[in-house]
């Protein structure tokens, strides 16, 4: 049986509302350091620290591109900028993919690793897909379009492991 299935990928957009935020903000301190608002108010030294600190978070925001591979042999979460941390599940060490629904606590966790599994947080909603190995490890992916990516990962999974007689 010939396997000519073409590649699945998904690349998730980036929220230019994130940057929007950060810049806010960093309007509003120019603005608190010009009038001197505040009993406190902002010193020439933290609006420069504050300003570097948010031009690296902002170059690091737009550089970070998450993107979801599926092809016959692997499930692949690339980070884009940090590439040598890239995820790949052999298809073959799959043992159930489902679709739920993250809690808001499982949400706020995002990218953490905890004892059975690891979180990730692509888009901003709370459907994820669940992909459970048969070593008991477990990979919840919050991402739209969770049950396309489902159906995609099951194809793989069923001709994958089949073995004409």
């Known amino acids: ?8 990928k998904q690349r998730i957009n980036f929220h230019w509302w994130v940057i929007l935020v950060l810049w806010g903000f960093y309007l509003w ?12 108010p902002v010193n020439k030294t933290t609006l420069i620290i504050f ?15 998450f993107i ?34 993250m809690s808001f606590r499982t949400y706020l966790k995002a990218g953490m690793v905890y004892y059975k599994g690891t979180n ?9 897909v669940k992909i459970q190995t048969k070593s008991g490890k477990i990979y919840q992916i919050a991402i739209k379009n969770a049950e396309k990516i489902k159906d995609e990962i099951e194809k793989r999974m069923i001709t994958t492991n089949y073995k004409p007689q």
């Open 51 to 65: 300003g570097i600190i948010w031009i690296i978070c902002s170059v690091l925001v737009l550089s970070i591109r």
């Open 1 to 8: 049986m010939e396997n000519n299935r073409a590649t699945y």
């Open 68 to 101: 979801l591979t599926i092809d016959d042999k692997f499930v692949v979460i690339t980070f884009g900028l940090f590439s040598g941390w890239d995820i790949k599940i052999h298809v073959t060490q799959i043992e159930d993919v489902s679709v739920g629904i």
């Open 29 to 40: 301190m120019i603005f608190a350091y010009i009038h001197q608002w505040g009993n406190n």
């Open 120 to 128: 990730y947080q692509f888009d901003f909603t709370r459907q994820a």
